[in-house]
């Protein structure tokens, strides 16, 4: 039985809000510890603008903005905890849009603050260029040597997340034109589908081929019904049936040795990507689409 929507106005009070936030964020099977957090940030913003004679109906971009340079002077040297507090009420804000407490998201424009450790470095096509050519070239299996390729593709240059990747199962790769086109339709928490670049079609076809010929004929045999496998053993010698999320972090962190990035992450690739996209000539709102992105400030940085 579906759960009664939640009937809002704008006589609720602050504490009525928050527990209407706590069931919304409940009901999306948020972890405790997030709601928790969500919560704490919500409660501290709502408290400023008390303190400042502001309702939530007046809550403009510009104090927004104001709210988080105070962050900045009492959470200094704090650069997480600062990140943390502004996604926290940025989720607050997008609760109270969607049940008409307010019009409009006064965050939409406000850039989340980049993990400290991903701005110390910013991944340029020349590292990910010496990347690909030490892989084309490593003594590992053309079976391994060709996942990593296609799965390095995917994130660096079509932007996806890492939980999307180790989701993929073949047949959300689709191709037109014998071969020559080619769609991969992306599931949960995003549902979309977008165009991948010849480029990345030909990493994920050669891939393709080496994995069948490569898989056992016995018919309980999974080796294949995910697309990206995995591996296990000296010298990745046991192929198994499904990346996981361990998995993907153990090769981005190979990646990564080999351009002295101790801390290659698949937000880094991601970044990437957007740099990439724009430069190809998407325009915003197609990149936002490409990547499965809900707001502008997710990619306002790298305008």
Known sequence: MNAKPHIYNHTL??????????????????????ISSYLKDARFFLTYLRDNNITLQHASPEIVGSYIEYLRGIKKDKPNTLRRAIIGIRQYFRFLTEVNIISGDALEKVIIPTHPVITET?????????????????????????????????????????????????????????????FLHIGD??????????????????????????????????????????????NAALPLPRLTRHGLK????QFGQIINVSHLSAQMLRDHAI?????????????????????????????
């Open 122 to 182: 910013q991944i340029t096509e020349k590292q990910l260029s010496k990347i690909f050519e030490t892989l084309e070239s490593s003594g590992d299996s053309p079976l391994k040597t060709k996942r990593d390729l296609a799965l390095l593709r995917l994130i660096a240059y079509e932007g996806l997340k890492a939980s999307e990747l180790v989701n993929l199962r073949w047949f959300d790769l689709l191709t037109e034109g014998e071969g020559k086109l080619g």
């Open 250 to 253: 153990f090769a981005l962190y």
């Open 189 to 234: 928490p995003k549902p979309r589908s977008i165009a991948l670049s010849a480029t990345s079609l030909r990493y994920l076809a050669l891939y393709k081929e080496e994995l069948f010929s490569n898989r056992p004929d016995s018919p309980d045999s999974r080796l294949g019904d995910f697309m990206f496998i995995g591996f296990k053993g000296r």
């Open 13 to 34: 009070d602050p504490q009525q809000l928050l527990k209407g936030f706590e069931d919304k964020l409940r009901e999306s099977h948020k972890k405790p510890a997030t």
């Open 275 to 303: 740099d990439h996209l724009l430069g190809q000539g998407m325009s915003q709102s197609e990149v936002m689409n490409h990547l499965g992105l809900l707001r502008l400030g997710n990619i306002a940085r790298h305008l």
